[in-house]
């Protein structure tokens, strides 16, 4: 094709700037609400030092992960506008940075006819729409962005030495805005071994991506951002070991290669019953251990005539590891956003094949046509989806649509036909989204809420006796529990429930004025 480096990462990134460029229009939704809408410390922060020390999540959510980088990002929008487009705008140009770099990368690794197809087909995946078209998706931007920087500068160690301070920099940078730069050191070795340069040539550039790493945990410690984990298990994966969690995933891997593969029908929320987790030997065990032996397989063999199928394979598994729910539980089975770094070994790998195997037997002519079909397919796609991210409403149409049977989507409905006073669709929801997922407190608590509005004791106070047990720390379910005991005729436990709750929150003001009502009307003390 004639094309250089240079001019691949140019065009890569500005396609995927035009495919970007409609989710400007978009609000903030969802997770966007928590992180940056209502967070007084960013729009108006006291010191930089104040942003760099919080926690990602705010403290009445958990107060868990530091994502220091992106935070500050976004305490910078508020100083240069503040209006949800201009953050939408700025994730567009994260987006087309991090698909120009991936670019280059994809050109170093193989050639840059090999970096255009890569670059043009990551730039219209719409898989990428969540991490786009939601603000808090910009972790991933930024961090992919960061990711491909540290290994561009690792490849050019060998020449110059000097650039292994590029790879700590850009590495410090990418811990700073996600967890998943952890695999760089990784990645690092991967991208060596690939080129046929060897372990031991990875060593340099691998040791100073692992310093940046090293240097984000101890900073972490030292500053006590909150807690690093993700602050909870997803449901399902409450309970399980390592080697539990994995066979449990295994099935669950296939929705990444229907993600990454055949991305027509998308959706915000794969959740049980969405999916299904089980631990229990099914035919998803089967197909899921086929498919990746299958690509294994593939990979092994072509590791010499195709070296590039056999490294986009690796990559995926590097780069996907951190949300597996293997080694460490996280608190969602499977989320869109996440799969942004890996899908750049997808597409890696299929272009390698298909500039390998196709350029030997297909017209020029045929090949660029079939390029620009998949390429025009997937912008129309990505384009169409990411309105769905514009507000919250249009959020929750959408999931009705696209993930009717997860917990959180009957959760959400069940709620809705309360509110609207059909109450027997509510409960009959709400009962099955507590089905879905026993161990969340959520949809328990909404359930006996309703339940306390309609004097209906004995229920309400079997929701929030199964919701303190789950989650001893749920405050809500503490302030309701006393009186609904009492209000039932269960005087004794009442009492119990009264005293539980004083000692655990004796700071509450709510729970001190409930517990004490209960203790004041004649239960034992």
């Given at each position: 094709?004639g ?15 035009v ?15 928590w ?5 007084p ?28 980088v ?9 100083q ?11 994730n567009?140009f ?6 120009a ?6 050109c ?37 962005a960061?990711?491909?920087?540290a ?24 811990i700073?805005?996600?967890e998943?730069?952890a ?6 070795v ?21 310093l ?35 066979w ?13 593969l055949?991305?027509?029908h998308?959706?915000s ?19 899921g251990?086929?498919v ?8 092994w ?11 986009g ?11 597996a ?19 750049f ?12 195997w ?7 002519r ?15 796609r ?9 507000d919250?409403?249009?959020?929750f ?40 997922a ?14 306390w ?6 229920p ?16 809500p ?14 005087t ?12 655990l ?14 203790l ?5 003390r």
């Amino acid at each position: 094709m004639g094309v250089t480096a240079r001019q691949a990462a140019l065009v890569a990134g500005l396609l995927a700037a035009v495919v970007a460029a409609p989710s400007i229009r978009n609000g903030f939704a969802a997770d966007d609400r928590w992180i940056i809408a209502e967070r007084p410390l960013l729009q108006h922060p006291p010191s930089l030092g104040a942003v760099l020390k919080e926690p990602y999540w705010p403290v009445g959510f958990g107060g868990s992960l530091w994502r220091p980088v992106v935070l500050a990002s976004y305490a910078l929008d508020y100083q240069l506008g503040g209006s949800p487009h201009w953050f939408h705008a700025v994730n567009v140009f994260w987006a087309a940075v991090a698909t120009a770099l991936l670019t280059l990368l994809a050109c170093r690794l193989a050639d840059p006819t090999t970096g255009l197809v890569t670059g043009l087909l990551f730039a219209v995946h719409p898989v990428h729409v969540e991490a786009i078209a939601n603000v808090v998706g910009r972790a991933e931007l930024m961090a992919a962005a960061a990711y491909a920087a540290a290994l561009l500068c690792a490849l050019s160690v060998e020449r110059r030495p000097a650039y292994a301070i590029g790879v700590a920099l850009a590495a410090a940078f990418a811990i700073g805005c996600k967890e998943l730069a952890a695999t760089l050191p990784a990645a690092v070795v991967l991208i060596y071994v690939g080129r046929g340069a060897g372990v031991r040539a990875a060593l340099r550039p691998a040791a100073a991506a692992l310093l940046s790493i090293v240097g984000y945990y101890v900073a972490h410690g030292s500053v006590g951002a909150g807690i690093l984990g993700a602050g909870g298990t997803a449901p399902g994966l409450e309970g399980l070991g390592l080697l539990q969690r994995a066979w449990a995933m295994l099935p669950l891997t296939l929705e990444w290669w229907r993600l990454l593969l055949v991305p027509i029908h998308l959706a915000s929320d794969y959740s049980p019953a969405e999916l299904i987790l089980t631990t229990r030997f099914t035919l998803g065990h089967v197909v899921g251990a086929l498919v990746w032996v299958g690509a294994g397989g593939a990979a092994w063999r072509w590791r010499r005539t195709l070296p590039g199928a056999a490294l986009g394979l690796a990559w995926m598994i590097i780069t996907v590891s951190p949300v597996a729910n293997i080694v460490v539980p996280t608190e969602l089975l499977v989320a869109e956003r996440t799969l942004y770094l890996p899908s750049f070994g997808l597409v890696f790998g299929l272009a390698s094949l298909g500039v390998g195997w196709v350029a030997s037997s297909w017209p020029v002519r045929w090949r660029v046509v079939l390029a620009a079909l998949i390429v025009v397919l997937g912008a129309g796609r990505s384009i169409a989806r990411e309105g769905v991210w514009r507000d919250d409403e249009t959020l929750f149409q959408a999931a009705k649509r696209d993930a009717p049977r997860s917990y959180r989507t009957l959760w959400m409905v069940g709620k809705d036909e309360f509110q609207a006073g059909r109450w027997g669709s509510g409960e009959r929801l709400l009962r099955e989204a507590i089905d879905a997922a026993p161990a969340v407190v959520g949809p328990r608590f909404d359930l006996a809420r309703f339940y306390w509005d309609a004097k209906l004791w004995k229920p309400a106070a079997e929701q929030l006796t199964a919701a303190t047990a789950i989650d001893s720390a749920f405050v809500p379910a503490w302030r309701l529990l006393p009186g609904a005991l009492l209000a039932e005729g269960d005087t004794v436990r009442a009492g119990n429930a009264a005293r539980s709750a004083l000692r655990l929150f004796p700071d509450d003001p709510d729970i001190r004025t409930s517990a004490t009502a209960v203790l004041s009307a004649g239960h034992p003390r």
